[in-house]
DNA sequence: CAGGATCCGAATGGATACTG
DNA sequence: CAGTATCCATTCGGATCCTG
């Protein structure tokens, strides 16, 4: 399957059948956490413990994890400043910049069609 | 937290604290399949089957739940023909075209950005 | 054809305690 | 401050068998 615009693009990697790009962008990015840290990124430059703050019923392991997870994909950067105590700030990189613009899209067909969505009960 | 957008027009349910609307939209559409059926029934509306071959690597029960859990939200709607044997009709409904759009535009920025994404290993 | 019912392994994610 | 390390409950999702 996938989106008619792969048809375009398809080079298609057969070899180990990885899903179709929408698929994997999903994968990496459908988590519990990993869009809300990339919005809130999107704003300005966040410290570790700023970030733990600022999302609500994050716990310290899944930022964490979030984090590298997100750094490892080249969404987001990692500086580290060497005083005391030691500070790390975290940043969206250029590709995570451009990823927040379809998101962004996201989050408001999120905020205006929220209420239309039944209830899960 | 949560995106900015959401200062703009936040009743807040504060009763029992639901999670920022861009969480819970991702909490729903955000799985394995929701996006991949939602893409698929954009072009057409697909009888059950026929939607079974489209997704490749997809389980009937997981298409069973997936398509059960979209109808519930209001994104796809079920129509049955009492013809023999049986036919069920599954389409967009105009909540779900809306989320069609944002979903397209993040399914472009996927193909276009796909291969930026670091491997996985 | 379009599913419902079971069973089960794998992944997700929270709580807690400890560290340089 | 910014993590790492464990432990454990819930959920996700595939495989398989069965039915109107």
Redesign the pocket.
Known sequence: MCPPAMTLSTPVPLAEHRACPVTDVL?RVG???SVVVIVLLGGKPF??????RSIE????????????GLEHEGLVS?E??PTN??????ALTALGESLLVPLSALARWAVEHHGELAAKP
């Open positions: 994968n988590d519990r956490w410290r570790f413990n700023e970030l733990h019923g994050i716990s310290q392991r899944m930022l964490t994890r979030t984090l590298r990692r580290v400043f105590p030691p500070g790390v700030e975290y």
